[in-house]
């Protein structure tokens, strides 16, 4: 039987399913061992894996989580808005503080999982010149 190839996630775990996926990206964790850290710092891709070697610098997706939240953020957002104008009729700092602090808690808790499931796709379908 060959070496498993460093990175290339366990044929067990590569086929989770979506529910399986989204859950594991909370965990922020290596896509190919889901054991060592994913990330250095809040949004920093860590050059490489600490448990398994695995060149995560190489898969980092730069701006492209954030494209998916100004998505998100500008259809649930500016609706919520409008919705509590007409509800509470609230002044426009209750608007930039509610608005403000739902729009920060997203970013805050969805983005690096989000940037962590775009990363665990990338090595399950895309291979870069440094893979094996
Ligand atoms: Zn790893």
Same mark, same amino acid.
């Given at each position: 039987?060959?070496?498993?190839?460093?990175?290339?996630?366990?044929?067990?775990?590569?086929?989770?399913?979506?529910?399986?996926? *989204?859950?594991?990206?909370?965990?922020?964790r290596c896509p190919v061992c889901r054991k060592g850290q994913l990330f250095s710092s809040f949004l920093e891709i860590a050059e490489t894996c600490e448990t398994c070697g695995a060149k995560l610098g190489d898969h980092d997706i730069g701006d492209g989580a954030v494209v998916f939240f100004i998505f998100l953020l500008g259809f649930s957002l500016i609706p919520m808005t409008w919705v509590l104008d007409i509800k509470f009729s609230l002044p426009i700092w209750g608007h930039v503080l509610f %608005?403000?602090?739902?729009?920060?808690? *997203? *970013?805050?808790?969805?983005?690096?999982? %989000?940037?962590?499931? *775009?990363?665990?796709?990338?090595?399950r379908h895309l291979r870069r010149p440094g893979d094996k």
């Amino acid at each position: 039987m060959p070496a498993a190839d460093q990175n290339t996630p366990a044929p067990e775990e590569s086929e989770g399913g979506l529910l399986r996926d *989204i859950l594991f990206s909370f965990r922020k964790r290596c896509p190919v061992c889901r054991k060592g850290q994913l990330f250095s710092s809040f949004l920093e891709i860590a050059e490489t894996c600490e448990t398994c070697g695995a060149k995560l610098g190489d898969h980092d997706i730069g701006d492209g989580a954030v494209v998916f939240f100004i998505f998100l953020l500008g259809f649930s957002l500016i609706p919520m808005t409008w919705v509590l104008d007409i509800k509470f009729s609230l002044p426009i700092w209750g608007h930039v503080l509610f %608005v403000g602090a739902a729009g920060g808690a *997203i *970013i805050f808790f969805l983005m690096p999982a %989000v940037k962590a499931y *775009i990363i665990l796709l990338e090595f399950r379908h895309l291979r870069r010149p440094g893979d094996k």
